[in-house]
T-cell receptor, first 117, second 115 residues
């Protein structure tokens, strides 16, 4: 069964510093997708970044980048130049399968990030 | 483009009652998935609807059901509510077109409290 592990319950970072949120995954499938979502206290899950298992380049989206190490089965999120608005819960998620038949996401337990001035 | 909308945002019910939650996907998205989020169990997949048919189902009892309409709007129903059903229910929509990069976009959620 697929599984996502986020070992950092909480992280603290100062404004303008970079932070790395860890995510490891377990799957027997060769084709899968990895996602990061941000959940502010309001509850809405905001999509940040996607990495496909066959993608050779690490994904980047503005201040977000994904450090994908396939052999280690890790997909860490790097946030550069943290901002106060980045304070939130961050979830790593995985979707198995390359085709659209699989829409189920499996989530990790999340990491609460607190950015201080 | 408007995002995923969910109604109502908050609900308070008592044990034994039933509840219906609604989700309107992003325009053009035909897939709607539902998730339950609780402090104890985290985020868990409930089910997915596409073209008015349930395509995937998570490990939840039959009290949890859903449907999708021809305009892709979806409803989720929970019958005979239990205290443990108190949770944030999140709906997500996707286009289900680009297989490898299809992304689920979430709504603001419905917070259900069962007393």
């Amino acid at each position: 069964a697929q599984k996502i592990t986020q070992t950092q319950p909480g992280m603290f970072v100062q404004e303008k510093e970079a932070v790395t949120l860890d995510c490891t995954y377990d799957t027997s499938d060769q084709s899968y997708g990895l996602f990061w979502y941000k959940q502010p206290s309001s509850g809405e899950m905001i999509f940040l970044i996607y990495q496909g298992s066959y993608d050779e380049q690490n994904a980047t989206e503005g201040r977000y980048s994904l450090n994908f190490q396939k052999a280690r089965k890790s997909a860490n999120l790097v946030i550069s130049a943290s901002q106060l608005g980045d304070s939130a819960m961050y979830f790593c998620a995985m979707r198995e399968g390359r085709n659209t038949g699989f829409q189920k996401l499996v989530f990790g337990t999340g990491t609460r990030l607190l950015v201080s001035p | 483009k408007a995002g995923v909308t969910q109604t109502p945002r908050y609900l308070i019910k008592t044990r034994g009652q039933q509840v219906t939650l609604s989700c309107s996907p992003i325009s053009g998205h035909r897939s709607v998935s539902w998730y339950q989020q609780t402090p104890g169990q985290g985020l868990q997949f409930l089910f997915e609807y596409f073209s008015e048919t349930q395509r995937n189902k998570g490990n939840f009892p039959g009290r949890f059901s859903g449907r999708q309409f021809s305009n892709s709007r979806s409803e989720m129903n929970v019958s005979t509510l239990e205290l443990g059903d108190s949770a944030l229910y999140l709906c997500a929509s996707s286009s289900r077109v680009a297989a490898s990069t299809d992304t689920q976009y979430f709504g603001p959620g419905t917070r259900l409290t069962v007393l």
